[in-house]
C-alpha cells in the first residue's frame, strides 16, 4: 500500500475497519473492530494474530512521538520501512498527525539511494532498523544536513554502530516498543545527540505508565494500547477485547527514574546445564565482537533440546555471512564464555527467516535448524 494515503483526513475519519497487510479475505464483520486499523503480527515466536488498534490510539502514539522528537509542521518525516506493519504505518501516522510533509522511500533497499533520497527531499524525521543502519555506516555515508533524527526500532542497534552512525552525522536514537503499543513505548532524545551512542536507558513516553513483576516482566498502560485480537479458528473469526487496563508482556527489562533498559524476553530463556541463557545476549556480544563484520539478520544462536545439558547453543550463519570473519568472532567469544554459554559447531543456512522489519522468526529457524543432518537430540 502507498503510505501518502494515510496522510488523507478521509482516512482518518472513515468508521470502517482497514488492514493494511494481507488479511486472508474480507474484513469480518464483527463487533468492535469499527474505526480500527489490523496488523498482523507474530513476534519472533508463535502463530499469526491481527491486533486491533483504534485510530485513535495510533494519532495518540504519532503525537507522543512527535512531541519527544520535537517534529513540526515544517518537519519532513520519511518513510523507508513497510507501511503494513505498525512501524512504517506509524511514521505515516505522525506526518499526518503534525500536518508536516510525509515522503516514501518506495525502491529496493540500498545505503546510496536511500542517502540521495533524504537529502533530496530534506527529510529531516525517519525510522530504520539496526540492519539499514549497519549498512549506511559500512558503506561510509555522511548523513544529509537536514536530517534531525533517526529512531532505531524491531532490534536493539549495538554501541559499536551507534557510534559509527552518529560519527557519520547520522542521528540514530534507540527506541523500545511494540506492535500492542501502536509504536514507540520509550525512545531517546534529541539532548541525547550530543553525547556517545549507548543502546539504552530510554526515557519512557509520557503516555505510558509502566510496571515491571519480580521477574523482571514488563506490562504497560495507557491510551494507545490495542483494542483487542483476531483470530480464526478454523471455522469463523474471533475477536477477543482486551480486557485488563495492563498489557502484561513478555519482556524483561529494568526501570528506574522513568528509564527503561530493555534484557530480552522472557520466553526467549533457556536452561543449560542448569543456568539460564538468553541467546539473544549472546547475539548481541557477538555482534560487538565482530567490530562491525557481522550484520544483523545474517546470523543467530539457536538454542536446541539437549537430552544432558537441557539445551545446546548452535550458531547459525546465513551463506551471505564471510565463514573466517565468523570463525574469528566465535574464537574471540570462547575466549571468555563460560562453560554453559560455549556455542557448538557453526551451522550455515541459505538465509535467515526474517520479518519484514529484519526481526528473526526464531520459532522457524529453530524448526529449519533441526531439520540439518546431526541435529536432533
Known sequence: MDALFLTDPGFWDDSQPFAPGHLPGAIPDVAGLNGHVLF?????????????????ALLLSAAAVNRHLEVSEDSCWGVALPAHHVGGFGVAARAFEAACRLQVFSWRWEAGAFRAWLAHHGVTHTSLV???????????????????AIVVGGGQLDARTGQAARQLGWPVLASYGMSEAGSQIATQGLDGLDSSYQPAPLPVLPIWQTRVSATGQLS?????????????????????????????TADRVELANHQLTPRGRLDALVKVLGELVDPAAIENELLELSNGTLTPGTFAVVALPDARAGHRLVPVFAAAADPAQAAAVLAAYHEHAPGFRRLQAQQTLPTLPL??????????????????PGQLP
Open 40 to 56: 498482523e503480527t507474530s513476534g519472533s515466536s508463535g502463530p499469526p494474530q491481527w491486533l486491533a488498534l483504534s485510530k485513535q
Open 355 to 372: 520479518s519484514p522489519l529484519g526481526k528473526l522468526r526464531r520459532a522457524a529457524l529453530a524448526a529449519a535448524l533441526a531439520e540439518l
Open 220 to 248: 504497560i498502560a495507557g491510551p494507545a494500547l490495542f483494542s483487542g485480537r483476531l483470530r480464526h479458528d478454523g471455522h469463523a473469526w474471533q475477536f477477543s477485547p482486551r480486557t485488563d487496563a495492563w498489557h502484561h
Open 130 to 148: 539496526p540492519t539499514q543502519v549497519h549498512d549506511l555506516v559500512a558503506a561510509g555515508l555522511s548523513a544529509p544536513p537536514t536530517l534531525v
